[in-house]
T-cell receptor, first 113, second 110 residues
Framework: NAGVTQTPKFQVLKTGQSMTLQCAQD?????MSWYRQDPGMGLRLIHY???????DQGEVPNGYNVSRSTTEDFPLRLLSAAPSQTSVYFC????????????FGSGTQLSVL | GQQVMQIPQYQHVQEGEDFTTYCNSS?????IQWYKQRPGGHPVFLIQ?????EVKKQKRLTFQFGEAKKNSSLHITATQTTDVGTYFC??????????FGQGTRLTINP
């Protein structure tokens, strides 16, 4: 099994550009989430989903959109990139509706110039 | 909102020394989880503690969950270079969310 797959691994954007970070899992997990990791800040929850068609905001949702049309995929959209969104982004999934063990993807390192 | 605080932020030890990181929550947690992130890698689940006062061991790693279910610790005995990385605790403030501490970055002098 591939687990949680994120693409791309690296991305450089200019301020104001938009893009989508892709996340797919093949473990049939209902729960999926996006975190961003910044030095000294740990992992902060951006958005999460408990199943297809259901999404909700985490701690730092501003500037990001998500949708969940299938169980497998949970893309994260940056609407108008800002330098403050320079970060490492991790997608994670869980079989336990978000309170149990999280399986993480390998991450996307995003730089916004 | 719920906060999970972790100390220390950094710890450098000589190989063979012990290491401990502490996690404190502002609210009672239904469970506490620990993750390890190697440099350049992604967080990997280590363990979950559920019961008040619970202690679990994984080889040289000992995990404790406080009696009030608001704090936890991870202790590594006789560190090895393979222990290098950042250790995170995480707890659910409620349903469907997992909040992470800031992490403790462990470096080891061989």
């Amino acid at each position: 099994n591939a687990g949680v797959t994120q693409t791309p691994k690296f991305q450089v954007l200019k301020t104001g550009q938009s893009m989508t970070l892709q996340c797919a899992q093949d473990m049939n997990h209902e729960y999926m989430s996006w975190y961003r990791q910044d030095p000294g800040m740990g992992l902060r929850l951006i958005h999460y989903s408990v199943g297809a068609g259901i999404t909700d905001q985490g701690e730092v949702p501003n500037g990001y959109n998500v949708s969940r049309s299938t169980t497998e995929d949970f893309p994260l959209r940056l609407l108008s990139a800002a330098p403050s969104q320079t970060s490492v982004y991790f997608c994670a999934s869980s079989y336990d509706r978000g309170e149990g063990k999280l399986f993480f993807g390998s991450g996307t390192q995003l730089s916004v110039l | 909102g719920q906060q999970v605080m972790q100390i220390p932020q950094y710890q450098h030890v000589q190989e063979g020394e012990d290491f401990t990181t502490y996690c404190n929550s502002s609210t009672t947690l239904s469970n506490i989880q620990w993750y390890k992130q190697r440099p350049g890698g992604h967080p990997v689940f280590l363990i979950q503690l559920v019961k008040s006062g619970e202690v679990k061991k994984q080889k040289r790693l000992t995990f404790q969950f406080g009696e009030a279910k608001k704090n936890s610790s991870l202790h590594i005995t006789a560190t090895q270079t393979t222990d290098v990385g950042t250790y995170f605790c995480a707890g659910p403030p409620g349903a469907q969310k997992l909040v992470f501490g800031q992490g403790t970055r462990l470096t080891i002098n061989p």
